[in-house]
């Protein structure tokens, strides 16, 4: 198959989508032109037009009208946004990655001024608008978003009048039952002008699509026999993956004077899910075949607490936020199947398979402050800057998770009474790590003239992170206990030129700095990985902590309107240096470390192109394309020049057409249509090897909006995912340890067909 050709054809269907609405809605209306979007992504209001960036910015109606609820929703919407999924278990492995930057803690995730893990997935709701942030942030939001930022911000109080909203929606999933949710915002002013709260609460469930049936059977590994499983047969069960959700959030907004102001926020989410949402082998397949009824509930649980002082002074503002984030995960995994296709094919004890479960759960918190200025000078000099403390404690526990009669069952197949697995103990862990960091950064323009200007900064950081493990069981070969430490300081640089050619377009170039805090690695048990790390030549005691990677990242970039602003064309150009990656080692004994080595490229380029050539309709695309590979392996095992960065697609791209008319009554008409590609791309979550890499196919998606609308009321039917595209997203790292020939892959969710109302007084 011609992949360059499908891509060709794949994105000259998207502008044809885009072409076609046109034609189809093309009757001569009034005029009204683009919507003007503010952004804040520079720490000052700016135009999106006039940022000298490449950011994507989706306003609170546009999410509203595309029906976005979650993370993936608009992630696809966003060029060179790749969906990674790499870490352990559901809750915590989503890693997004920007321009081909992979990995975790590479892309900042941020609710208002609050870091938060980029894992956390909010549902959207009450919220303002989304940026996508392209390339290093490094000056003004330091580590963690050398790829770049996404910040989600939330609406805030309004001092003057009482308004408010409620929604609710119900749906019918392919493969599953109905999902439902209801949520609702109200804006109080309490004293006028001077005290006003905003609440905002939702619930909702969303239907399972996988059923975990009884495997009456096994093969033993040496003579190929059929063996019967001797666990009991249980019935059918189906959609093991529901999940129930709900959320709130609480923000006031006090003015202590004219000027000075106070915004104390909460939020809170929880979702508590009775499976894991992964497919077996292939991402079509809602079948999970077992030996045992094992269940594979989890729950996530996190809240924000913050509170923002606003100054306002006759130079500028002064902000300062102190946050608290908290987190709670909760998980629980089968490993049996594993620990059964390990004796039974690796250590040549064919025992017969055993219930067993293993929990992980994760504990982090942080506590963060962040006072800054931003300046509102006359003249031709303007400058951001301030200073930045936070102290991250993260807890990573297994309890001790055991395989009963696993050691009598080897045993009695030996015929002796040796402890192979004491206590029938597979595996338990305490992993505490606790990192400080704190920053002063700033940022200084200086127009030249009313169309050049010069912008200069960085931010000097300083790091340190503390670790202790303890550790115990069969796979850890025995009692084991780490600590380690690793500190450093460092600073970002960025330059940005911005020029005005006239009022309509805008260029600019811009070269940044980004960098990932390092770390400590744990243990590496030498009884059950030994052979391979000799075969490798590594030697644990030289791995016990790894330093931050960093990157310099070279734009070039315009944003223009034309057509007596009915269009807007936005595009950037870019090439990414990043060295010391930070590459983890994955062993085939189970364990992994990570280490400081080679060096990789990212280069390509976003073209977003806007449109309102009538009024009522509105169309965009949107194109993205990454190249992103090693130029240097480093010496890692299993990693080659020229391999491709994992999980990153080289081709991105989005359609939509909007169409709102009148019907009459008082009533509009709505028709909307959102596609997107996603290209080919590679897993190497469950490879040692890049070699091993698995391949994630291209997909799209269609989604389909209807409705009516008035003043107060609006009703859309909607089709989401039309096309029942089942997407392989990521071969899912598992809790314990993936069962060979078993691989479980997070999938996008089967056609979704619903209805849902929206009251707004």
Same mark, same amino acid.
């Given at each position: 198959m011609n992949n360059s050709s499908n891509n060709s054809k794949r994105i000259a269907q998207a502008v044809a989508l885009a072409t076609l609405a046109v034609t189809g809605y093309g009757q001569a209306q009034e005029f009204k032109g683009l919507e003007e979007v503010v952004v804040t992504a520079s720490k000052r209001a700016q135009t999106l037009q006039d940022t000298g960036m490449s950011i994507t910015a989706l306003s609170d109606v546009e999410l509203e009208r595309m029906g976005a609820t979650s993370f993936l929703d608009f992630a696809v919407r966003v060029p060179n946004l790749a969906i990674a999924f790499e870490a352990d278990g559901r809750f915590d492995s989503n890693s997004p990655a920007i321009r081909g930057i992979f990995g975790q803690d590479t892309t900042g995730f941020y609710i208002d001024d609050t870091l938060v893990n980029a894992s956390v997935l909010p549902k959207v709701l009450d919220v303002e608008r989304v940026e996508v942030l392209r390339g290093p942030q490094g000056s003004l939001y330091g580590a963690r978003s050398m790829g770049g930022t996404i910040r989600m911000i939330t609406k805030q109080p309004d001092l003057q009048e009482v308004y408010g909203n409620f929604h609710s929606s119900l749906s019918s999933v392919k493969e599953g039952d109905l999902n439902h949710v209801v949520d609702?915002?109200?804006? @109080?002013?309490? @004293?006028?002008?001077?005290? =006003?709260?905003?609440?905002?609460?939702?619930?909702?469930?969303?239907?399972?699509?996988?059923?975990?049936? &009884?495997?009456?059977?096994?093969?033993?590994?040496?003579?190929?026999?059929?063996?019967?499983?001797?666990?009991?047969?249980?019935? $059918?069960?189906?959609?093991?993956?529901?999940?129930?959700?709900?959320?709130?959030?609480?923000?006031?907004?006090?003015?202590?004077?004219?000027?000075? !102001?106070?915004?104390?926020?909460?939020?809170?989410?929880?979702?508590? =899910?009775?499976?894991?949402?992964?497919?077996?082998?292939?991402?079509?397949?809602?079948?999970?075949?077992?030996?045992?009824?094992?269940?594979?509930?989890?729950?996530?649980?996190?809240?924000?607490?913050?509170?923002?002082?606003?100054?306002?002074?006759?130079?500028?503002?002064?902000?300062?936020?102190?946050?608290?984030?908290?987190?709670?995960?909760?998980?629980?995994?089968?490993?049996?199947?594993?620990?059964?296709?390990?004796?039974?094919?690796?250590?040549?004890?064919?025992?017969?398979?055993?219930?067993?479960?293993?929990?992980?759960?994760?504990?982090?918190?942080?506590?963060?402050?962040?006072?800054?200025?931003?300046?509102?000078?006359?003249?031709?000099?303007?400058?951001?800057?301030?200073?930045?403390?936070?102290?991250?404690?993260?807890?990573?526990?297994?309890?001790?998770?055991?395989?009963?009669?696993?050691?009598?069952?080897?045993?009695?197949?030996?015929?002796?009474?040796?402890? @192979?697995?004491?206590?029938? /103990? @597979?595996?338990?862990?305490?992993? #505490?790590?606790?990192?400080?960091?704190?920053?002063?950064?700033?940022?200084? $323009?200086?127009? #030249?003239?009313?169309? /050049?200007?010069?912008?200069?900064?960085?931010?000097? &950081?300083?790091?340190?992170?503390?670790?202790? =493990?303890?550790?115990?069981?069969?796979?850890?070969?025995?009692?084991?206990?780490?600590?380690g430490e690793q500190d450093e300081s460092g600073f970002n640089p960025k330059v940005l030129v911005e020029y005005d050619i006239n009022d309509n377009v805008n260029m600019y170039a811009s070269g940044a700095k980004g960098f990932r805090i390092g770390g400590v690695n744990g243990n590496l048990p030498l009884g059950l990985?030994?052979?391979?790390?000799?075969?490798?030549?590594?030697?644990?005691?030289? $791995?016990?902590?790894?330093?931050?990677?960093?990157?310099?990242?070279?734009?070039?970039?315009?944003?223009?309107?034309?057509?007596?602003?009915?269009? !807007?064309?936005?595009?950037?150009?870019?090439?990414?240096?990043?060295?010391?990656?930070?590459?983890?080692?994955?062993?085939?004994?189970?364990?992994?470390?990570?280490?400081?080595?080679?060096?990789?490229? !990212?280069?390509?380029?976003?073209?977003?192109?806007?449109?309102?050539?009538?009024?009522?309709?509105?169309? !965009?695309?949107?194109?993205? &394309?990454?190249?992103?590979?090693?130029?240097?392996?480093?010496?890692?095992?299993?990693?080659r020049v020229g391999d491709k960065i994992q999980g990153i697609p080289e081709w991105t791209a989005t359609a939509s057409a909007q169409y709102i008319f009148a019907v009459g009554g008082g009533w509009d008409g709505l028709v909307r249509a959102d596609g997107n590609y996603y290209g080919e791309s590679f897993s190497a979550n469950n490879a040692t090897s890049l070699a091993d890499a698995r391949v994630r196919d291209s997909w799209e998606q269609l989604n389909l909006r209807a409705g009516v609308m008035n003043d107060n009321w609006?009703?859309?039917?909607?089709?989401?995912?039309?096309?029942?595209?089942? =997407?392989?997203?990521?071969?899912?790292?598992?809790?314990?340890?993936?069962?060979p020939g078993r691989q479980r892959l997070v999938t996008t969710r089967p056609r979704t067909l619903g209805l849902e109302a929206r009251y707004r007084f």
């Open positions: 609702g915002a109200v804006n @109080i002013p309490v @004293i006028p002008d001077v005290f =006003a709260l905003r609440l905002a609460a939702y619930a909702g469930a969303n239907s399972g699509i996988f059923d975990r049936e &009884y495997q009456p059977t096994w093969i033993e590994a040496g003579s190929g026999a059929v063996r019967r499983n001797p666990g009991a047969a249980f019935a $059918t069960r189906e959609n093991v993956d529901d999940e129930d959700y709900w959320g709130v959030q609480l923000v006031g907004k006090w003015m202590l004077s004219e000027r000075l !102001s106070f915004i104390p926020k909460f939020l809170y989410q929880e979702i508590d =899910a009775d499976g894991l949402p992964l497919a077996d082998i292939d991402p079509e397949n809602t079948t999970e075949l077992r030996f045992y009824d094992v269940p594979e509930n989890g729950s996530d649980e996190w809240y924000i607490a913050s509170g923002t002082f606003n100054w306002e002074l006759d130079a500028g503002t002064i902000v300062s936020t102190t946050s608290l984030f908290d987190r709670t995960t909760d998980e629980n995994e089968e490993q049996g199947s594993f620990i059964h296709w390990l004796f039974n094919n690796v250590i040549e004890i064919p025992i017969d398979p055993l219930f067993g479960q293993i929990n992980t759960q994760s504990e982090y918190e942080f506590v963060a402050h962040e006072t800054r200025f931003t300046s509102e000078f006359d003249g031709p000099w303007q400058f951001s800057g301030g200073i930045f403390y936070q102290d991250t404690e993260y807890r990573r526990i297994y309890p001790p998770a055991l395989i009963p009669g696993i050691n009598s069952a080897v045993n009695d197949f030996i015929g002796v009474p040796i402890d @192979i697995v004491p206590g029938d /103990l @597979i595996f338990e862990t305490l992993e #505490v790590f606790e990192t400080r960091e704190w920053a002063v950064f700033g940022e200084l $323009t200086y127009s #030249v003239n009313e169309r /050049l200007s010069v912008t200069a900064g960085g931010r000097y &950081y300083d790091t340190a992170t503390e670790f202790i =493990a303890t550790s115990d069981g069969f796979a850890n070969d025995g009692f084991s206990q780490e600590s990985c030994g052979e391979e790390l000799a075969d490798l030549n590594i030697d644990p005691s030289a $791995t016990p902590t790894f330093d931050s990677d960093e990157l310099w990242s070279y734009e070039l970039g315009f944003k223009s309107t034309f057509a007596d602003n009915r269009i !807007s064309v936005n595009a950037a150009a870019y090439f990414i240096d990043w060295t010391d990656i930070q590459q983890l080692n994955r062993l085939a004994c189970g364990f992994q470390f990570t280490a400081n080595a080679g060096e990789a490229e !990212s280069q390509g380029f976003e073209v977003e192109v806007s449109a309102a050539p009538i009024e009522g309709l509105t169309l !965009s695309l949107g194109v993205g &394309y990454t190249d992103a590979e090693i130029t240097d392996d480093g010496g890692v095992p299993g990693v609006e009703v859309t039917l909607f089709a989401t995912n039309v096309n029942d595209e089942r =997407a392989n997203l990521a071969d899912n790292r598992s809790i314990a340890a993936e069962t």
